[in-house]
């Protein structure tokens, strides 16, 4: 990938995670932490509703990137497709590490949320679809 796409890459992940934050706090979360890292992984947004945690992990696609050869859009693809076994492994560690970390191992119950954002960049429209309460592997 060239410089130009890493960064065009990064730029829509982050304001991916913003929308995903706006939408949340929209929706009575409060925003706990943002891009929790460790070396083994990271966790994009923490929040809290209800008396729960959600470990939220975004995933971010601009529309600009899903049209076919003739202009049109490609309606198949989804950005939470990307959540392959390694990358849940990854989560599981890091989710893991902040309850530890956090010591809420034992008193807050969480679960692990995916958002996915559809971003039109050129018209300033984004769309969010969350899936909730997905399971991690066991490591």
């Not at 966790?43 to 470990?55: E, R, S, T």
Request: charged share 30%.
């Amino acid at each position: 990938m060239s410089e130009r796409g890493k960064e065009g890459h990064l730029k829509v992940g982050k304001v991916g995670e913003e929308v995903a934050a706006k939408f949340l706090v929209q929706n009575g979360f409060e925003i706990k932490e943002r891009n929790y890292s460790k070396k083994w992984g990271e966790l994009d947004i923490v929040a809290v509703k209800n008396g729960k945690l959600h470990f939220v992990e975004v995933k971010t696609v601009s529309w600009d990137s899903l049209r076919d050869g003739n202009g049109g859009r490609v309606n198949q693809y989804r950005p939470e497709d990307n959540m392959h076994p390694q990358k849940l492994k990854r989560l599981a560690r890091v989710t893991e590490s902040y309850l530890a970390s956090k010591r809420r191992a034992g008193g807050m119950p969480w679960q692990f949320d995916v958002a996915a954002v559809f971003l039109d960049l050129e018209h300033r429209i984004a769309k969010v679809k969350m899936l909730w309460d997905l399971i991690l592997p066991a490591r």
